[in-house]
């Protein structure tokens, strides 16, 4: 599915089932609430905290699509074609960094 669909979707369902959008602020919030969510997740199961009985059921593939979710929302409200933004980020990353990882001692 591409960006493009993927924003399409998102707008059907908001449509259908959401009513209409939260405002983009109130979606701001709310995108802030799932990152924090992974976050969690990924503190406790990849990091140096201990996972809670009660976080070892959450899903980080969920959480993450809920982030997509709220994410393409915010998009589809302020007029952003997430497809052409991330085509044209990834070719300034590519113009910016095309062999600053290979040249890193770090990461070797």
């Known amino acids: 599915m591409s960006l493009n669909e993927t924003q399409k979707i998102v707008d059907d369902w908001i449509k259908k089932y959401g009513v209409k959008y939260f405002s983009e602020l109130t979606n ?54 997430l497809q052409e933004a991330f085509e044209k980020n990834m070719q300034k990353k590519t113009n ?7 040249n890193n001692e770090k990461l070797k």
């Open 28 to 81: 701001m919030a709310v995108l802030m609430e799932e990152v924090g969510e992974v976050a969690r997740i990924m503190a406790r199961r990849y990091g140096e905290q201990s996972e809670k009985e009660s976080d070892k059921q959450k899903d980080l593939g969920d959480e993450l699509a809920d982030v997509l979710f709220v994410l393409t929302c915010i998009a589809n409200q302020t007029g952003i074609n």
């Open 96 to 102: 910016r960094d095309f062999d600053r990882h290979l």
